[in-house]
């Protein structure tokens, strides 16, 4: 009998979590509360929808030749993935089997490592969140400190899983000239990184916050400019750089 996942929602034509035209699968849950949140709707474990990895590959099979010709494939993100990381090993090995598709893990990196094994086995690729690198900042960013998914990193490295790590970018809170450096030196220590990707912070969940009843806590906190951005690029080249020269 296939798994069943807890489904927040779908997307058959996604371009901007991994490489071509992805299917884009959204889990429930995730045990973060970054305050930058888009999908805070997607925290809570128990809601969503529950669904077999045989329902979902059923709504993958129409734009297979989509997905293959376009050197894309499937991504599955949240929420936090890993949190079901039996369902997803299954739709993921599936996948494979099937159709010999290319498979992504979109994770915060917040899990055991001996939990995602199994998981790590049948992903391609990991697009890999580091948030921030300063364990208080990240606290407050996030609710939680960054031990587990530095650890987590360092793992996916070691078993040479390869990895697109990003950053958001979010004006006064993760673009401090150290931060991002410091960025820059840790991601110079990992194997199999094959992408950065600063990713500039939107308010397009805001409404969503408003909804759920919550504070937005991001209030008055600007997107950054593509020179933001680029200044951004910069100092976690430099950070590389300074590792690779010790
Ligand atoms: S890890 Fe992702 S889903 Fe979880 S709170 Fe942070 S941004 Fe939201």
């Known amino acids: 009998m296939s798994h069943t996942g807890r489904i927040h929602s779908l997307e058959t034509f996604g371009t901007v979590d991994g490489p071509g035209i992805r299917f884009v699968l959204f889990l429930q849950g995730c045990a973060l509360q970054c305050r930058y949140c888009h999908n805070p709707d997607s925290w809570d474990t128990q809601a969503g ?9 059923g709504e993958i099979e129409p734009y297979i030749e989509y997905y293959r010709r376009s050197g894309g494939g499937i991504t ?3 929420g936090e993935p890993t949190l079901q990381a039996p369902f997803v090993a299954e739709l993921f090995r599936e996948c494979k089997e ?4 290319h498979t992504a893990l979109d994770s915060s990196g917040f ?14 690729l990991v697009l890999l969140d580091l948030k ?9 960013l996030t609710s939680q400190p ?9 793992h996916l490295s070691d078993r040479g899983s390869k990895m697109w790590i990003r950053r958001v970018l979010v004006p006064g809170w993760t673009d401090g000239v150290d931060e991002l450096i410091g960025l820059g030196r840790f991601i110079g220590q990992l194997r199999g990184v094959a992408k950065i990707e600063v990713l500039p912070y939107h308010r397009m969940g805001v409404y969503k916050w408003q909804q759920l009843g919550k504070t937005y806590p991001l209030e008055g906190i600007m997107e950054p400019s593509p020179a933001e951005i680029e200044r951004a690029y910069r100092l976690i080249d430099q950070g590389i750089h300074s590792a690779a020269a010790e």
């Open 49 to 57: 929808t529950l669904r077999s990895v045989d329902d979902i590959l």
């Open 76 to 78: 599955v993100t949240g």
């Open 98 to 101: 099937r159709w010999g598709l």
């Open 111 to 124: 899990c055991e490592p001996s939990h995602a094994n199994a998981l790590l086995n049948v992903t391609d």
């Open 132 to 140: 921030r690198m300063d364990r208080e900042g990240h606290r407050e």
């Open 146 to 154: 960054n031990d587990r998914i530095l650890t987590f990193a360092k």
